[in-house]
């Protein structure tokens, strides 16, 4: 398509503007042309329409090129001008090309024209288009002017060597210095002589390590005054890759500072109290934690300082919604009072008495929380065994009124089972099976007389080495023979377990009360499971269940896929009187003399359960069939790793702490993180080194689960050994569905540990 062309002719003879136009025409173009020969016509001409370029005559009876030129330098019209003529000279028209005309030619020698066209064209074009830019430049900058102007933070860029380049006017203020001393000054020079070599150290290795600069210090401006600031800069490379300076910012915290010194001096007159006082912004982070409250929780200030209270003072995941009551009235009424279940640093439960108090700067917005705590852990302790100590004397009272009746209800029941043989002694199989059912039982019922007295007394009993497998067989006969058939019992019992000391009678009671309670969790039917193996408890365990103490033990387990227990609840379900049951259906002395048995023993029990999904009920009984030597001898022998690095992701620190000396003791490398978010940040700085990821379930904001598909979307290949307290039943099936490679249960011992950790890093051929 061939180009169009707008040409204004200035030219008095036609047969010199046909000559124009047959060179245009040759060169291809479509052209729109008006010939004008007066400064009027010309006028006219341009108000008419646009034109790409103006070819004139340089001198005509009423008007000149040099006129038209004018006209159009008055109009601010930079169009192409070409002067053609026959008779102008070089002087005549060099001083044209001067006075702003773009080329000249020769009337006779038209052959340069299209050439001469084009070029202005394009030259032109090159024009609008610089200007284009320069003006989209311009506007930038002006933006970026008034944005820098009109910023509350001091804006600055340097060049290599340090040299401010720029600067807005906070910069200004805050060094005391004026607009032209700033530029070309050393802006470090500015920084207190107390801090400038570290300060100076960091910023030179944003250089180095090509990194962003994040530093809080105090600036001395030229009139002395102390500034303290917060400064941010980044590094500038050339497309090349060669550093030419930094850019950054410098927002003035002065204020900030001297508030915080000020709450700092005032609350240094609080560390000489023995309760625990703490301040924390609206966020629960700390801002000032006094020693009452290092003595009390076991955190050091500068260990507390800027983390989130909720993440280490509480274990519960309710307490959130407690929190959450608490704020709302802290909101309304400006302080709130009452007890609070929390947790010291070495993972010991306490409860104290708290008291919040809502803080407000000079504008009445709230801006901190204070809090005071006392510990009356000991005192709830008390109270709480003063409560159970009388109810127990009542339930003793009770109990030793009715066993000389009830004993002698039983007395000749037995007697008449033992007589009856001996009066008939033709009774056929069936009678005599059937009376010594009835013997069984009337000894049983005395032995429970017996029992219930003993325990509300403190009697000891009558202990002896018990083979518990025996009794196990016992209760699991029991469950097969009465239970629904809709339940479906299961058993895992070691056959070399070992014994222990022990009242039979009394463990036969827990075990059974166990059992029945499993089965009221199951109205519906579902699986009991019953199991018994020899466990080494060592100081890892130790560490993770406040009850345990080092040494051998055998674990009672006793689990079942019922409807569990709310977490509301959990920790009532061994209080004297507490059930759940219905009225007539339960009397709530099952559980409370089971722990009572239990502990008598020296043993104690852990309690898994989750709502919907079944509870695990597992009892640990010292035994004395093996010292100590055996185990010392297996230790040496736990399996060592060869400087692996373990990401281990727990938001309990004890366990965390726990876990990771108990893998380095053992040759591993180990890193550490509290929850999802800085787990997965951990995993993607060292996702090349990691080999083993030991990820705990159940964790506040991103759970674990959550956490395991985010780090295997980042790396299908990575090897997760997940960990828990509450998962029960669903483990195996969640095992599955998260690709998960090894379970570990909650506490573990070291071996325990360390054999997961193998079995993953060096999986058995097949």
Same mark, same amino acid.
């Given at each position: 398509?061939?180009?169009?062309?707008?040409?204004?002719?200035?030219?008095?003879?036609?047969?010199?503007?046909?000559?124009?136009?047959?060179?245009?025409?040759?060169?291809?173009?479509?052209?729109?042309?008006?010939?004008?020969?007066?400064?009027?016509?010309?006028?006219?001409?341009?108000?008419?329409?646009?034109?790409?370029? *103006?070819?004139?005559?340089?001198? %005509?009876?009423?008007?000149?090129?040099?006129?038209?030129?004018?006209?159009?330098?008055?109009?601010?019209?930079?169009?192409?001008?070409?002067?053609?003529?026959?008779?102008?000279?070089?002087?005549?028209?060099?001083?044209?090309?001067?006075?702003?005309?773009?080329?000249?030619?020769?009337?006779?020698?038209?052959?340069?024209? *299209?050439?001469?066209?084009?070029?202005?064209?394009?030259?032109?074009?090159?024009?609008?288009?610089?200007?284009?830019?320069?003006?989209?430049?311009?506007?930038?900058?002006?933006?970026?002017?008034?944005?820098?102007?009109?910023?509350?933070?001091?804006?600055?860029?340097?060049?290599?060597?340090?040299?401010?380049?720029?600067?807005?006017?906070?910069?200004?203020?805050?060094?005391?210095?004026?607009?032209?001393?700033?530029?070309?000054?050393?802006?470090?020079?500015?920084?207190?002589?107390?801090?400038?070599?570290?300060?100076?150290?960091?910023?030179?290795?944003?250089?180095?390590?090509?990194?962003?600069?994040?530093?809080?210090?105090?600036?001395?401006?030229?009139?002395?005054?102390?500034?303290?600031?917060?400064?941010?800069?980044?590094?500038?490379?050339?497309?090349?890759?060669?550093?030419?300076?930094?850019?950054?910012?410098?927002?003035?915290?002065?204020?900030?500072?001297?508030?915080?010194?000020?709450?700092?001096?005032?609350?240094? %007159?609080?560390?000489?109290?023995?309760?625990?006082?703490?301040?924390?912004?609206?966020?629960?982070?700390? *801002?000032?934690?006094?020693?009452?409250?290092?003595?009390?929780?076991?955190?050091?200030?500068?260990?507390?300082?800027?983390?989130?209270?909720?993440?280490?003072?509480?274990?519960?995941?309710?307490?959130?919604?407690?929190?959450?009551?608490?704020?709302?009235?802290?909101?309304?009424?400006?302080?709130?009072?009452?007890?609070?279940?929390?947790?010291?640093?070495?993972?010991?439960?306490?409860?104290?008495?708290?008291?919040?108090?809502?803080?407000?700067?000079?504008?009445?917005?709230?801006?901190?929380?204070?809090?005071?705590?006392?510990?009356?852990?000991?005192?709830?302790?008390?109270?709480?065994?003063?409560?159970?100590?009388?109810?127990?004397?009542?339930?003793?009272?009770?109990?030793?009124?009715?066993?000389?009746?009830?004993?002698?209800?039983?007395?000749?029941? %037995?007697?008449?089972?033992?007589?009856?043989?001996?009066?008939?002694?033709?009774?056929?199989?069936?009678?005599?099976?059937?009376?010594?059912?009835?013997?069984?039982?009337?000894?049983?019922?005395?032995?429970?007389?017996?029992?219930?007295?003993?325990?509300?007394?403190?009697?000891?009993?009558?202990?002896?080495?018990?083979?518990?497998?025996?009794?196990?067989?016992?209760?699991?006969?029991?469950?097969?023979?009465?239970?629904?058939?809709?339940?479906?019992?299961?058993?895992?019992?070691?056959?070399?377990?070992?014994?222990?000391?022990?009242?039979?009678?009394?463990?036969?009671?827990?075990?059974?009360?166990?059992?029945?309670?499993?089965?009221?969790?199951?109205?519906?039917?579902?699986?009991?499971?019953?199991?018994?193996?020899?466990?080494?408890?060592?100081?890892?365990?130790?560490?993770?269940?406040?009850?345990?103490?080092?040494?051998?033990?055998?674990?009672?387990?006793?689990?079942?896929?019922?409807?569990?227990?709310?977490?509301?609840?959990?920790?009532?379900?061994?209080?004297?009187?507490?059930?759940?049951?219905?009225?007539?259906?339960?009397?709530?002395?099952?559980?409370?003399?089971?722990?009572?048995?239990?502990?008598?023993?020296?043993?104690?029990?852990?309690?898994?359960?989750?709502?919907?999904?079944?509870?695990?009920?597992?009892?640990?009984?010292?035994?004395?069939?093996?010292?100590?030597?055996?185990?010392?001898?297996?230790?040496?022998?736990?399996?060592?790793?060869?400087?692996?690095?373990?990401?281990?992701?727990?938001?309990?620190?004890?366990?965390?702490?726990?876990?990771?000396?108990?893998?380095?003791?053992?040759?591993?490398?180990?890193?550490?993180?509290?929850?999802?978010?800085?787990?997965?940040?951990?995993?993607?700085?060292?996702?090349?080194?990691?080999?083993?990821?030991?990820?705990?379930?159940?964790?506040?904001?991103?759970?674990?689960?959550?956490?395991?598909?985010?780090?295997?979307?980042?790396?299908?290949?990575?090897?997760?050994?997940?960990?828990?307290?509450?998962?029960?039943?669903?483990?195996?099936?969640?095992?599955?569905?998260?690709?998960?490679?090894?379970?570990?249960?909650?506490?573990?011992?070291?071996?325990?540990?360390?054999?997961?950790?193998?079995?993953? %890093?060096?999986?058995?051929?097949?």
């Amino acid at each position: 398509m061939s180009p169009h062309l707008r040409v204004l002719i200035v030219e008095d003879s036609e047969d010199d503007m046909l000559l124009i136009l047959r060179e245009l025409r040759r060169a291809g173009y479509i052209i729109t042309y008006v010939r004008v020969d007066t400064p009027e016509t010309m006028v006219a001409a341009l108000d008419q329409q646009p034109w790409d370029i *103006v070819i004139a005559d340089y001198s %005509l009876p009423a008007f000149s090129a040099p006129e038209a030129l004018k006209l159009l330098q008055r109009r601010k019209l930079e169009l192409p001008f070409i002067i053609v003529s026959g008779t102008i000279g070089e002087d005549i028209a060099v001083a044209a090309m001067k006075a702003g005309a773009h080329d000249y030619l020769i009337k006779g020698n038209l052959t340069r024209l *299209v050439p001469a066209v084009e070029r202005e064209l394009r030259e032109t074009e090159e024009r609008q288009k610089r200007r284009i830019a320069e003006h989209a430049l311009q506007a930038s900058e002006d933006r970026f002017r008034i944005l820098c102007t009109s910023a509350p933070l001091a804006i600055f860029q340097t060049d290599a060597q340090g040299l401010l380049t720029y600067n807005n006017p906070l910069w200004d203020n805050l060094s005391g210095l004026g607009e032209k001393e700033s530029l070309g000054y050393g802006w470090t020079q500015a920084i207190h002589p107390e801090e400038r070599v570290k300060v100076l150290q960091d910023w030179q290795r944003t250089v180095s390590e090509q990194c962003a600069w994040v530093h809080e210090f105090r600036l001395l401006n030229c009139q002395d005054e102390v500034r303290w600031v917060r400064a941010l800069a980044s590094p500038m490379y050339s497309t090349e890759g060669h550093f030419f300076g930094h850019v950054g910012t410098v927002e003035d915290i002065t204020q900030q500072k001297q508030a915080a010194q000020k709450i700092y001096e005032q609350a240094a %007159l609080l560390d000489i109290s023995t309760d625990a006082i703490s301040v924390s912004n609206l966020e629960t982070q700390i *801002v000032f934690w006094n020693k009452g409250a290092e003595r009390l929780y076991g955190w050091k200030a500068v260990e507390v300082l800027g983390r989130n209270a909720v993440k280490f003072l509480y274990q519960s995941q309710d307490i959130l919604s407690e929190l959450t009551k608490i704020q709302a009235l802290l909101s309304r009424d400006g302080q709130w009072q009452g007890e609070l279940s929390q947790v010291t640093k070495d993972g010991k439960n306490i409860i104290v008495q708290s008291r919040w108090t809502l803080v407000y700067d000079d504008t009445g917005q709230p801006k901190s929380i204070l809090t005071v705590s006392t510990d009356i852990t000991e005192k709830k302790q008390l109270e709480a065994q003063f409560l159970r100590a009388q109810r127990l004397e009542s339930l003793g009272t009770l109990a030793s009124g009715i066993a000389h009746d009830f004993n002698n209800i039983l007395t000749p029941i %037995l007697a008449a089972a033992q007589l009856l043989p001996l009066k008939f002694p033709e009774l056929d199989d069936n009678t005599e099976q059937l009376l010594t059912i009835l013997e069984g039982s009337a000894k049983r019922g005395a032995d429970l007389v017996k029992q219930i007295l003993s325990f509300t007394q403190g009697i000891e009993g009558n202990r002896t080495n018990v083979q518990v497998r025996h009794l196990l067989s016992d209760v699991v006969q029991v469950a097969r023979r009465t239970f629904p058939k809709s339940i479906e019992t299961q058993t895992n019992i070691v056959p070399d377990l070992w014994m222990v000391y022990a009242d039979a009678t009394q463990l036969h009671q827990v075990l059974m009360n166990l059992i029945v309670n499993a089965r009221d969790a199951m109205p519906d039917g579902g699986a009991l499971s019953i199991s018994a193996e020899n466990l080494w408890i060592d100081e890892n365990y130790t560490r993770m269940h406040v009850d345990a103490k080092a040494g051998p033990y055998i674990v009672i387990t006793i689990a079942d896929s019922g409807t569990g227990i709310p977490s509301g609840i959990m920790d009532r379900i061994f209080d004297p009187f507490f059930t759940t049951k219905e009225l007539g259906k339960g009397t709530g002395l099952g559980l409370s003399t089971a722990i009572g048995i239990i502990k008598s023993h020296g043993g104690f029990v852990s309690v898994y359960s989750e709502v919907g999904k079944g509870s695990r009920f597992q009892v640990y009984l010292p035994s004395r069939e093996v010292d100590e030597t055996q185990v010392v001898a297996d230790d040496t022998a736990l399996p060592k790793g060869h400087g692996e690095l373990i990401l281990v992701i727990d938001d309990e620190v004890s366990i965390s702490e726990i876990t990771k000396t108990t893998l380095e003791n053992h040759n591993y490398r180990v890193l550490t993180a509290s929850d999802g978010i800085s787990a997965l940040a951990v995993y993607a700085q060292h996702r090349d080194e990691i080999s083993v990821v030991i990820i705990d379930l159940i964790m506040p904001g991103m759970d674990g689960a959550t956490t395991i598909l985010t780090l295997q979307r980042m790396n299908p290949q990575v090897q997760i050994i997940a960990m828990s307290g509450l998962i029960i039943n669903g483990a195996t099936a969640q095992n599955k569905s998260l690709c998960i490679r090894e379970f570990l249960p909650k506490p573990f011992t070291a071996q325990a540990l360390l054999s997961t950790v193998q079995s993953v %890093l060096h999986p058995p051929s097949h």
